[in-house]
């Protein structure tokens, strides 16, 4: 994704394509700069819900807490609008988890939806990759998808702890209790968590 002039010999060979797993103007490359004529910005986003939920098994597999209807809502309570926090601009990222002004919240989603040309959902996977061919122009054989940190699989891990030499660490699977399944249906989740809802429900 390229912004501004460039300044890189034709004949130079360079990365066209970037992909950061990060806030999405946090990072070096200021996207909000890009030339959108000359660049193409996509995310995918994750039901809100399921994506606390497969967030919760992560940190049970990484750090070795202790799966818990406890320590699993102290999770889910910690959660503000995460999506949304990620996909606007950085220095709104505090007013996008803080707020809970509805329309705050529309301007927050609007502006954020604005800045992509794509935005897929990961429970809709297959349409939003057949959407993408289309929007882009690709063959189908031009789109490879591949699955890595499942839930019940095992992932590298490298670290200071274990000196970066790499370990196989165990995503686990852990139950929803009804406890959980109560507090996704409570109005402090639904508070805490409506700008990532309406931007989801908005791709």
């Not at 394509?17 to 030339?35: G, T």
């Not at 497969?54 to 995460?82: A, C, D």
Request: proline share 2%; net charge neutral.
């Amino acid at each position: 994704l390229e912004g501004g002039e460039s300044t890189i010999p034709e004949n130079q060979q360079v990365c066209r394509a970037r992909v950061s797993h990060n806030w999405s103007k946090q990072s070096k490359f200021d996207y909000s700069s890009r030339d959108r004529g000359k660049s193409f910005l996509f995310t995918m986003l994750r039901d809100p819900k399921r994506r606390a939920v497969s967030e919760y098994n992560w940190q049970v597999g990484m750090t070795g807490i202790k799966p818990s209807e406890e320590n699993f809502l102290h999770h889910l309570r910690s959660i503000r609008n995460f999506q949304l926090g990620l996909v606007v601009d950085s220095t709104q990222k505090n007013r996008a988890k803080e707020t809970n002004d509805i329309g705050e919240i529309f301007e927050l989603v609007s502006k954020a939806l604005g800045e992509f040309d794509f935005i897929g959902l990961l429970e809709r996977l297959d349409e939003s990759l057949v959407a993408l061919q289309f929007i882009l122009g690709l063959e189908t054989r031009d789109i490879v998808h591949t699955k890595s940190k499942q839930s019940g699989g095992y992932v590298l891990v490298k670290s200071r702890a274990n000196n970066f030499r790499g370990e196989c660490k165990l995503v686990p699977k852990t139950s929803v209790s009804r406890g959980v399944e109560a507090y996704f249906g409570a109005s402090e989740w639904e508070r805490n968590n409506r700008g990532d809802d309406l931007l989801y429900e908005a791709a």
